[in-house]
DNA sequence: ACCTGAACACCGTTCAAGT
DNA sequence: ACCTGAACACCGTTCAAGT
C-alpha cells in the first residue's frame, strides 16, 4: 500500500536546464566573483544540479567562456546614425562599455571570437567603413586598428584598474629616478578622456585616407 | 667501515638552484608546450626537482607567470636614432615582435604590468613622446593609445593565427550573407602590412597634435 | 532526452622535516 | 639557506547508470 502524494516529497521541480541559463548564471558568477572563481562545480551548484549535468549541455569549460564572452558582445548596441564617424565612434564606445562592464571579458580576449554576437558587430563596423569609401587593403587596417584599440585599451584599463593602490603609486614613486617621465605621467589620468582622445587620433588619421585624393 | 667514495652513488650535483633559472625554464616550457602546460609540477621536473622546491624561490605560480612576461620585455630594443616618428615606430614594432615571438604572452596582458622591464620600455615610449612635444593630456593619451594598440595588436593576432584553419573559412564562408563584409574582407590580410598601416593612422593622428598650433 | 554519482587523473599550495 | 615528501583541498572530465 503505497503513502498519499502528500506525504511523498515532491519531485524536486523537473524543469529542464537549459543553455541559455548556464550562460547567463556563468555571467553572473563572474560578474560578482571574477574568472578564477568560475568552476564547473560553483557554477552547477548555483544552478542547482550536479557539476556532471553541465557536461550534457556544453562539451567543456571553455564552451562555457566561449559562450560568456560572446553574450556580452550582444550588450553592444548598434549605432543610430550620423556621420560615418559618429558611428564608428558610438560602436566602438558600446563596445567598449560592454568590455568594461564586464572587466573579467578582457581577460578572454585571447580566444577566438567566433560567436554570432561578436561577429554581428565586427560585421556593423566592416559596413560603416566600407560604406565611408575604405578600400582595398585600408578597409581591413581600418577595421583591425579600431577593434584592437578597444580591446586593448579596456584590457589595460580594467588591468590597471584592479590594480590601482597605494602600493602601485608608492612603487613608482621610489623609482621615480629610473622612470621620471613615467612617473610624472603616468598615474591619475582620466581614463574615458585618454581613450577618446586616442580614438581621435586614429580617426583624424584614418579620415585622411578616405577623403585625401589618393 | 664504510665504502669508498667511488662506490657511493655521486651527492646528486648541489647546484643552487635560483630564480633566474625557474624564469628561464618558464618561458621555454611555455614557447614548447603552450600557457596550459605550464604546472609547477612539470616546471619543476624539468628544473630537476620537485614542485614544492619551487614555492622557495617564488610565492605563487602567477609571480612565475609575471615574471616570465616581464622577461620577454627585456627582449624589445631601445630604439637607435631617428625622428621621433622613426623611433616610436621602432620601439613599438619591438614590442609587437617580441610578444607575437611567445605568442602564450597575449594572454597574459590582463595582469599588473610592473616588472622592470615592461617599466623601462613604457618610460622609453613616454620619454620620446614627451621630447617630441607631446603635452598635457596629449601625453598619456599618445602613450596609451600606442602601448594599447601593440598589445591589442597582438593578442588578436596571436588568437586569429592560433584560430586559423579551414573550419574558419568555411564557417565565414556559409554565413556569408549575414556578414556580407567581413566575409568578403575579413580573412586572408597580411598581418604585418594591416598593422603598419593602423600605426601610421595613429601616428598622423598624433603627429597632427604636436605640429598644429593650438 | 536529460540527469546523477562515483571515480580518474590531475592541480596549487602548505608544512613539518631534513641537510 | 635551501630542498624534500606527504598531505590537503580542490580541479575538469568520463562514464556507467538511472529516469
Known amino acids: 500500500m503505497n503513502e498519499s502524494v502528500w506525504l511523498r516529497p ?3 521541480e523537473r524543469r529542464p536546464l537549459t543553455l541559455a541559463q548556464i ?3 556563468a555571467v553572473a558568477l563572474l560578474d560578482e566573483e571574477g574568472a578564477d572563481r568560475l568552476t564547473m562545480r560553483r557554477l552547477a551548484e548555483r544552478l542547482g544540479t550536479g557539476s ?3 557536461y550534457w549541455h556544453v562539451k567543456t569549460k571553455d564552451d562555457v567562456l566561449d559562450l560568456a564572452l560572446d553574450s556580452i558582445f550582444g550588450e553592444v548596441p548598434p549605432p543610430a546614425g550620423g556621420s560615418w564617424r559618429e558611428r564608428v565612434a558610438a560602436l566602438v ?3 567598449r562599455a560592454a568590455l568594461l562592464r564586464h ?3 578582457t581577460g578572454l580576449l585571447d580566444r577566438p571570437m567566433m560567436g554570432p554576437n561578436a561577429l554581428s558587430r565586427t560585421e556593423l563596423l566592416y ?3 566600407a560604406e565611408a569609401g575604405f578600400t582595398g587593403p585600408d578597409l581591413p587596417a581600418a577595421a583591425f586598428s579600431l577593434s584592437t584599440y578597444v580591446t586593448g585599451s579596456a584590457t589595460a584599463q580594467a588591468r590597471d584598474q584592479a590594480a590601482a593602490g597605494p602600493a602601485v603609486h608608492a612603487h613608482l614613486r621610489e623609482r621615480r629616478d629610473t622612470y621620471p617621465t613615467l612617473a610624472a605621467h603616468g598615474l591619475d589620468h582620466d581614463w574615458d578622456a585618454t581613450f577618446t582622445r586616442g580614438l581621435e587620433y586614429l580617426l583624424d588619421g584614418m579620415a585622411a585616407r578616405v577623403t585625401a585624393p589618393s
Chains 1, 2 share one sequence.
Do not use: Q
Request: aromatic fraction near 12%.
Open 93 to 95: 564606445s558600446g563596445w
Open 10 to 12: 515532491a519531485k524536486p
Open 127 to 129: 559596413a560603416t567603413l
Open 23 to 25: 550562460v547567463g548564471e
Open 103 to 105: 572587466p573579467w571579458s
Open 52 to 54: 556532471t549535468t553541465l
